[in-house]
């Protein structure tokens, strides 16, 4: 059966047998996910280990400082040469390079969060230059889109874990406030203490009010939960698993948690000193605030007390007119500080890669040693050279053979050639790219007034991003559910893009005049796959379509565009 006579064979079965049907056959519909063998050889831990302190062996690294500055095309370079000596000692030969399509569709979906049209695709396709795939990364890093689509993953990764149903109405603010610092290329640090050191409001704030509250929101306020989301977002560690107990894997104690905790203590006061605008309003709440008995904490269920105190050991020194949140958001991004470029820069590579250096993600204190250290250290060290610049890592990454690589690997896919980055890995779209894609590739408008559109076009993004935006799996690993699937099959927003009057994308395809059946499949193709058919598709399609007679030809198409808009090929960035 081909996959566009599913939808047929769906609507003829009942409800108990489809399902069954689904239980049985399901999994074949979709694409397996590639998971790769997070196993590490037991000596490379024991050598992790036996060096002691993640803190101090990160510290013990050679300092930025003492680095020759590389421009992002001398610094891919160098990634390429670290990464093919590790692909030859490993013995694994890397997967060929993409071609022009599959790069433009994944190159549009990791900087701007969506597939290109088909005037995009076949622009770049059709290009001659011989640059041609790093004048298109630098041509996308222009748009503002880009700044959308990195506020919207920064946003997931803020709010990770939050069940907080009263931030939900201020996740739109954060985007803005998110949105603002990226469309100006915001240095990374400068960001975070931005974040750090934000005013914080109790009340909701205006949905098109720029805020970073929904990060606060998220963790209730409380010292605890600020100081884990902190600690996990900006230096890439599990602190919170220390909160009861010392850590079990790492090295951090229980009492260096609620020493981090503390310079979270009475946030909301300290907010409310730094709106009043004026050094004597701070000062005057000294006694609140400032580094004295006041500010400690008493550890739950113990008598212990403890006052704000760095995680290097180190007590904060205090000016007078200066918040806990400063203090701390200042000994965060010190480029002294071995853990803030390298979270920033492990993070960087897992969103282009689907996998970081060290992995998974925010555990560089529990992963083991990252998978490429001289690779890791280099990226780190031009980062803090480069003034944190962001945009500078996307060039220097993008331009790499390894993020050109196909993810259909050389002979026999096999998980070492992922662990040294020798293939791309399949990934799972966030509901973010999904639905922006889904409306790219469909034409997707609500219908109504203005007013009813914004709120129609808002809850459909919301559908997408509950159904699709699962931040506790990494994208490599997470299976298609039924629930997910039901949605993209028989869901009301696929139901209408492949229906030749309420849709918009089809109903123009479909009633060309100037295109014969195999131009139509064609350009069904290059809409949702951002490719041409190979000949086997092209012929089968064409006998289905042309099978149907004129009567149902567009039926035919339409089943052709579900299939599509179902496969594998669509829903995974690859």
């Not at 099959?489 to 918009?504: K, L, P, W």
Request: with cysteine; proline share 5%; aromatic share 10%.
């Amino acid at each position: 059966m081909r996959p566009y006579q599913y939808k047929r064979a769906w609507q003829a079965l009942g409800t108990p047998t489809a399902w069954l049907f689904f239980f049985f056959a399901g999994p074949l519909l979709v694409l397996p996910w590639v998971r790769a063998d997070d196993a590490r050889p037991a000596t490379a831990d024991k050598q992790w280990d036996a060096k002691g302190d993640l803190y101090q062996l990160l510290a013990s690294a050679k300092p930025a400082s003492d680095v020759e500055s590389l421009s992002a095309e001398q610094l891919a370079q160098q990634i390429d040469a670290i990464l093919a000596d590790a692909w030859k000692t490993s013995g694994v030969a890397a997967a060929p390079l993409t071609t022009d399509a599959e790069f433009v569709r994944r190159v549009y979906l990791d900087l701007i969060g969506r597939i290109p049209s088909v005037a995009e695709t076949l622009a770049f396709v059709d290009d001659t230059r011989a640059d041609k795939r790093r004048q298109l990364v630098e041509e996308l890093l222009g748009r503002g889109a880009w700044a959308a689509h990195f506020a919207n993953t920064w946003r997931d990764m803020l709010l990770a874990g939050s069940a907080n149903p009263e931030m939900r109405a201020q996740v739109s603010s954060l985007e803005s406030w998110l949105r603002l610092r990226f469309s100006v290329n915001m240095p990374y640090d400068r960001m975070a203490r931005e974040l750090m050191t934000a005013e914080v409001r109790s009340a909701p704030t205006s949905a098109i009010e720029p805020s970073a509250a929904a990060f606060y929101q998220a963790a209730d306020f409380k010292p605890e939960l600020l100081a884990a989301s902190t600690t996990r977002v900006f230096l890439g560690i599990q602190l919170q698993c220390a909160q009861c107990h010392d850590h079990p894997f790492a090295s951090w104690k229980r009492q260096q948690f609620w020493q981090m905790a503390a310079f979270f203590k009475d946030t909301q006061a300290e907010s409310a000193a730094q709106a009043e605008g004026s050094v004597s309003a701070i000062t005057s709440l000294k006694a609140l605030v400032g580094m004295g008995d006041a500010d400690a904490l008493t550890i739950p269920e113990t008598k212990i007390v403890v006052k704000p105190l760095f995680l290097d050991g180190t007590s904060p020194s205090r000016k007078p007119d200066e918040t806990k949140r400063q203090i701390l958001a200042k000994w965060i991004t010190t480029s002294d500080n071995p853990l803030f470029a390298r979270a920033a820069v492990n993070r960087l590579w897992d969103h282009f890669f689907g996998r970081g250096l060290v992995h998974p993600v925010d555990h560089l204190d529990t992963a083991g040693p990252p998978s490429q250290p001289q690779l890791f250290d280099e990226l780190s060290q031009q980062f803090v050279l480069h003034g944190y610049d962001m945009k500078y890592l996307i060039r220097a990454i993008t331009a790499t053979r390894a993020y050109q690589l196909s993810s259909q690997a050389a002979g026999a896919p096999n998980e070492k050639q992922l662990l040294v980055f020798a293939r791309m890995p399949l990934r799972r779209m966030s509901g973010d790219q999904l639905y922006a894609s889904f409306v790219q590739a469909t034409g997707f408008q609500p219908t109504g007034t203005a007013a009813q559109q914004v709120q129609l076009e808002s809850s459909a993004r919301d559908e997408f991003q509950a159904r699709f935006n699962d931040t506790s799996v990494p994208r490599t690993e997470a299976p298609t559910t039924i629930l997910q699937a039901l949605a993209l099959m028989n869901g009301r927003y696929v139901t209408e893009a492949t229906d030749v009057i309420q849709s918009r994308v089809f109903a123009a395809v479909a009633t060309a005049p100037y295109l014969d059946t195999r131009g139509r499949i064609e350009l069904l193709f290059l809409t949702a796959l951002s490719r041409r058919p190979d000949a086997g598709e092209l012929e089968d399609l064409s006998a289905y379509v042309t099978a149907a007679g004129s009567r149902g030809e567009k039926r035919a198409l339409a089943d052709a565009f579900w299939s599509l808009l179902n496969s594998a090929e669509f829903v995974l960035n690859h």
